[in-house]
């Protein structure tokens, strides 16, 4: 059975940091492109920041040279550092495991971020 669980989401003010992370079992988690992806009221889940199983990340423009992505292979975890946080960062944290095999991918719950000014 697989499961992906996020934590870390809490309430912070413009500037403040936090750092998110994700766990997922039951995958070979190695061989994942591991993601994290945001969703604000009313908008869309859109890509904040991944990492493939090379190590090599891509960000979204907003987030650049602010969020941080990384990963512990052995503890089956990526984490998502996140500073300098302003209120537009503010949504549903989801992270998503994809397999680079055979592209099935699975979700967590999601953890809420709330950037107040």
């Known amino acids: 059975q697989v499961n992906v669980m996020e934590s870390g989401g809490d309430s912070v003010r413009t500037g403040g940091s936090l750092r998110l992370s994700c766990v997922a079992s039951?995958?070979?988690?190695?061989?994942?492109?591991m993601s994290w992806y945001c969703q604000a009221p009313g908008h869309r889940r859109e890509l904040v920041a991944e990492?493939?199983?090379?190590?090599?990340?891509n960000y979204a423009d907003s987030v650049r040279g602010r969020f941080t992505i990384s990963r512990d292979n052995a503890k089956n975890t990526v984490y998502l550092q996140m500073s300098n946080l302003k209120p537009e960062d503010s949504g549903v944290y989801y992270c998503?495991?994809?397999?680079?095999?055979?592209?099935?991918?699975?979700w967590g719950q999601g953890t809420q971020v709330t950037v107040s000014s």
């Open positions: 998503a495991a994809i397999s680079e095999r055979n592209l099935r991918d699975y």
């Open positions: 990492m493939f199983s090379s190590g090599n990340t």
């Open positions: 039951g995958i070979l988690f190695s061989i994942n492109t």
